[in-house]
């Protein structure tokens, strides 16, 4: 991964930092400027909270290239509780276990290596909710 | 605006062209065509190409084609939608010659995809997806399909076992066809049985990567009989986008490109699905065939799968469709794809497909599908004699 394009992507890999739409209140994920429901500019960031649940889900096990070492790791389309769906790796979690539905959180893991002498590219994962501690 | 045929078709076969280079196989198609249409001359070549930079290190590949083929001077150009790139050379073709802008129009659709190692074309596949927000998470496109196969099967109450009558009718329908990749029938069994490669697409799900090049030959249908007796009328050519990242769509499960090209199309040549006598539908893998079914208005929502259990796609039935293979059996060689589907839509209008021919096949259309539904061209078809 080129480094500037690293850089400029950190708050929506690292944060979930998406925008609210000032005109209509849709909350975006990922960033894009221009509402796609009402078409209104909108750069107004908004930080998601990173809960949401499984939308679908599928187990890779032929990989592209960079990601071969992790396989079988298993990919997940989450519904967050703001509303977008979100394309990210579920972790910390037996493939098997994975349902439809199922409550997930965001967490920050490495996303790739890119070489021995390459950037270790972090960004967000999915995990099955953890109960919060009272 | 000028109303457009088909004057000429060529293709090569799909398959493993280890000793055939990329400009090779443009041309061999290229010169098929233009020897069908018995012309030496074309005012302008657009190239339907995905992946020539990544896979084969050459852009630039209009220039290339046309001076390879012996026609330096010529107006060509490279035309990329990802998997629609073919379809949308069409287009492009299809513009210049109803403008009045060009006579003669070669469009090309070509891919050299397997000099190179699975992995690599792997990677180089995920390009049709988002790359900053699918790609970089590891998605494959196969993984992509399988988010919404699981989807769907969960929306509308299917197994993955029932996607088993599309991928079994495409490699009967190949058998016949002297072009296509495989020509061996499958069974329900070997469905079941196949290796999985991304839960729950496994391989018989999916459509393999493959060389081949396709070409047709545009020129105003006032003109067309003088040099074929069997001109195909380009009744309709119309592409529509919809969101590159599945995530952004607005309904995962409906190909709204699919539905807003497939309506332009209709509109254009003032038909509705019911008026269709054949449908190549991209079946780059089993769920594709079901959402562009749907979005196209052959089946209702969630009923692309039950039309195929019915047997309504098999030739006979209510929507024939790959009849000569699909990419699953004829093969996907991704930026040609689009223009093999053509090809062979035009074989069957003009009658000329010998053991895969249907009965009644005077109108047909053809959707290619650029990515898992960002790009979306329709074609509508008809045999003109």
Same mark, same amino acid.
């Given at each position: 991964m080129e480094v500037a394009r690293f850089w400029r992507t950190t708050g929506q890999r690292y944060q979930l930092t998406g925008e609210i739409c000032p005109n209509c209140g849709n909350k975006i994920f990922p960033?894009?400027?221009?509402?796609?429901?009402?078409e209104h500019e909108a750069k107004t960031a908004y930080t998601f909270s990173g809960k949401g649940e499984v939308y679908s889900y599928s187990t890779i096990h032929a990989a592209p290239e960079g990601f071969e070492?992790?396989?079988?790791y298993t990919v997940a389309l989450v519904r967050l509780q703001e509303g977008p769906l979100i394309t990210a790796q579920l972790t910390?979690?037996?493939?098997?276990?994975?349902?439809?539905?199922m409550p997930v959180e965001m967490v920050t893991r490495v996303l790739r290596e890119d070489g021995e002498r390459g950037m270790l590219v972090y960004g967000y994962k999915f995990r099955p909710a953890v109960a919060s501690p009272r | 605006m000028r109303d457009v045929s088909i004057i000429g078709i060529g293709q090569v076969e799909v398959g493993e062209h280890w000793d055939k280079s990329l400009r090779e196989l443009g041309y061999y198609a290229l010169n098929a065509a233009m020897r069908d249409a018995c012309i030496q001359h074309i005012d302008s070549l657009y190239v339907g190409n995905m992946l020539s930079g990544e896979l084969t290190g050459q852009e630039h590949i209009g220039s290339i084609i046309a001076d390879f083929a012996g026609l330096r001077g010529v107006e060509a150009v490279k035309i990329e939608? $990802?998997?629609?790139s073919g379809a949308a050379a069409l287009r492009m073709g299809y513009i210049a010659v109803a403008g009045g802008m060009s006579d003669f129009v070669a469009c090309m659709g070509v891919e050299k995809m397997t000099d190179r190692q699975g992995n690599t074309v792997t990677s180089a596949l995920a390009m049709a997806a988002d790359g900053d927000y699918e790609a970089l998470h590891g998605l494959s496109f196969v993984s992509i399909n399988a988010l919404l196969m699981r989807r769907y099967m969960h929306e509308h109450g299917y197994t993955k076992d029932d996607f088993a009558p599309f991928a079994i009718n495409a490699h009967a329908n190949a058998v016949n066809n002297p072009y296509a990749m495989f020509h061996n029938p499958i069974t329900r069994k070997q469905f079941t049985e196949s290796k999985m490669i991304a839960d729950p697409v496994s391989l018989l799900d999916s459509s393999p990567i493959a060389d081949g090049a396709a070409c047709v030959i545009l020129a105003p249908t006032a003109i067309a009989r003088e040099f074929t007796e069997k001109p195909v009328r380009v009744r309709a050519s119309a592409i529509a986008t919809d969101s590159v990242a599945v995530h952004d769509r607005r309904d995962p499960l409906f190909l709204e490109g699919g539905a807003i090209s497939a309506q332009k199309a209709y509109s254009a040549a003032g038909?509705?699905?019911?008026?269709?006598?054949l449908f190549e539908v991209h079946d780059a893998f089993t769920i594709m065939s079901a959402l562009s079914l749907e979005a196209a208005g052959? $089946?209702?929502?969630?009923k692309g799968v039950a039309l195929a259990q019915e047997g309504q796609i098999m030739p006979g039935g209510r929507i024939p469709i790959t009849t000569m293979g699909g990419l699953k059996a004829r093969g996907h060689p991704v930026g040609a794809t689009g223009m093999y589907q053509l090809v062979e839509l035009a074989t069957q209008l003009r009658g000329e497909a010998g053991k895969s021919q249907l009965a009644n096949a005077r109108l047909g259309m053809a959707q290619n599908i650029g990515g898992s539904g960002a790009t979306v061209v329709t074609t509508i078809l008809e045999s003109s004699f």
């Open positions: 960033p894009r400027d221009v509402c796609p429901t009402c070492k992790y396989v079988p910390d979690v037996d493939t098997h276990e994975v349902k439809v539905g | 939608a $990802a998997c629609g038909v509705g699905p019911a008026d269709m006598d052959f $089946a209702s929502r969630g």
